[in-house]
């Protein structure tokens, strides 16, 4: 008799288990892909953005920036 009930008793907590672990997580992380442009894109939003009469302006921004990228790399 006992060992019928402990069988049951078992049965019961082992689908309770299964059927709680089987429930979808509605909470996961979507990942956004970030928009990455490519060497053409680059090089047309340069031809627009440079000319003969501001390229020493923009070179020196370019470097600017390059050099404060190496500072901040240890």
């Known amino acids: ?6 069988i049951i008793f078992v049965i ?8 709680a672990g089987c ?3 509605s909470s996961e ?6 928009e990455v442009k490519t060497t ?3 090089e047309a939003e340069a031809e627009q953005e440079i000319d003969s ?11 600017k920036e390059l050099a404060a990228e190496e500072q901040q790399e240890p």
């Open 1 to 6: 008799m006992w060992r019928k009930l402990y």
């Open 12 to 19: 019961v907590m082992l689908s309770c288990l299964v059927t």
């Open 23 to 25: 429930k979808k997580k």
């Open 29 to 34: 992380a979507e990942t956004e892909l970030e």
């Open 40 to 42: 053409a894109e680059y």
């Open 53 to 63: 009469s501001n390229m020493d302006a923009e070179l020196e921004r370019i470097e």
